[in-house]
């Protein structure tokens, strides 16, 4: 008897590691951090949605294609990677070494984008980039990294015509002292001494920056035509409150935040305050040019009961298109996955996608503005949805 009940436990365990190893082998592992703590954990959760929801859609279909393997549904693997960048390089270091996951997903901001190439140029293991604009990675000659975005100077040179167009011929700037800040402000300026456009005020600011009043004050005695300030999500909160309660205005109504009104929680806080500001943008639900936008806004609104933000949610979502299509035909070795993205053509939520030195070649660098409540994309002209207006008063 006791070895009737040995020889039937043995098999039950037999049958259970078994199955074990069938839905593993079912699953394709993506690995990937984000910053849920430290500076970047009000900007990253809307990358982690886009993520979520792509997933959720995908293992709805029945999972991934992988090539001519057929399909596997998706597993994540989810560090926090605390806003730090070295903490993310260990991070994606163990992903690959430790974890063995089969594909990467790309961390939050750029800064964090730029510490890993090293470790993806180490194991040749391709990545698309989202979340970061930086012409650092091309001047590395990085094989592995690939942005939906466009270029920091084709941005640089979008906003200076954006700019001339409105006849502004002074500005204020500041910057944050982290790198898409710093970039941006490298390459516009000689943007804007090609049109004449004199900078009235130029300062940088340090990321652990608590109070903007004095930088926002230096602003308002310049008297500028019009605004720009290169903020991260975070710190574009210090600099409108600062900014509304010492008036700061321009006189032509241009008022551009770069990183931050896209973000739902920018409406909420601000309300009506945030009527007319300006920021980078390509994405809006509106555009026809897109005929899959919309699709995208309705799913994100159905998952998570409001609006995505139109730049970290929409470009984290169209990198993991790009991925889901370069998977499906090159399959999960990094070689042959690394040649389908420096070659094919995508369709992504943004239109389509072709990389050129590691960025889209494509896609044109916009600009949106909140009106009404909802950021329409106002320049350049060919992807516009809305027009651009005046920033009036501020509202108390």
């Known amino acids: 008897m006791m070895k009737r ?4 436990a043995t098999a039950i365990l037999a049958i259970a590691a078994f199955s074990t190893a069938a839905d593993a082998q079912q699953k394709v592992r993506i690995g990937y951090s984000v910053g849920k703590t430290g500076l970047l954990a009000a900007a990253c959760p809307v990358q ?26 998706i597993e994540f693997v989810e560090y926090d990677d605390a806003s730090d960048a070295a903490k993310a390089v260990q991070i994606y270091e163990k992903l690959i070494s430790d974890d063995k996951v089969d594909l990467l997903l790309a961390p939050c901001a750029t800064y964090i984008h730029i510490a890993i190439v090293p470790v993806l140029e180490k194991h040749g293991f391709p990545v698309v980039g989202n979340t970061s604009i930086s ?6 000659k990085a094989k592995n990294m690939f942005f939906v975005y466009p270029l920091p100077d084709q941005m640089a040179v979008s906003l200076a015509n954006f700019l001339a167009d409105q006849k502004v011929k002074s500005i204020s700037m500041i910057a944050l002292q982290l790198t898409f800040s710093l970039e941006a402000k490298k390459f516009l300026l000689p943007e804007l001494a090609k049109r004449n456009i004199k900078v009235a005020f130029d300062q940088e600011y340090p990321p652990d920056v608590k109070d903007m009043t004095s930088i926002v004050s230096g602003m308002k005695r310049a008297n500028a035509e019009a605004i720009v300030a290169l903020t991260y999500p975070g710190d574009s909160v210090l600099y409108m409150t600062a900014a509304r309660e010492q008036g700061l205005t321009a006189s032509s109504g241009f008022h551009l935040v770069v ?6 929680f920018f409406v909420e806080k601000f309300g009506k305050n945030a009527e007319g500001i300006i920021s980078l943008g390509m994405y809006s639900h509106k555009n026809a040019k897109w005929p899959r936008a919309k699709g995208f806004f309705d799913a994100h609104v159905a998952k998570y009961k409001k609006a995505p933000d139109v730049v970290d949610t929409v470009v984290g979502y169209a990198s993991a298109e790009v991925l889901e299509q370069a998977v499906a035909k090159a ?18 939520i943004l239109g389509p996608a ?41 509202m108390n």
Request: a positive charge; zero cysteines; proline letters at 5%.
């Open 5 to 8: 009940v040995f020889a039937a």
């Open 48 to 73: 982690k949605e886009a993520y979520e929801l792509w997933r959720d859609q995908v293992n709805a279909k029945g999972g991934l294609q992988i090539g001519a393997q057929g399909k596997r549904m």
């Open 135 to 140: 012409a650092q990675v091309r001047d590395l």
């Open 259 to 264: 990183l931050g009104p896209s973000h739902p």
């Open 331 to 348: 399959g999960i070795d990094r070689a042959k996955l690394r040649q389908v993205l420096a070659a094919d053509t995508f369709d992504t």
């Open 354 to 394: 072709k990389f050129k030195d590691g960025y889209n070649e494509i896609l044109p660098a916009g600009w949106a503005q909140i009106q009404n409540g909802i950021n329409e994309i106002v320049w350049p002209a060919d992807i516009a949805t809305g027009k651009f207006i005046s920033k009036g008063p501020w």
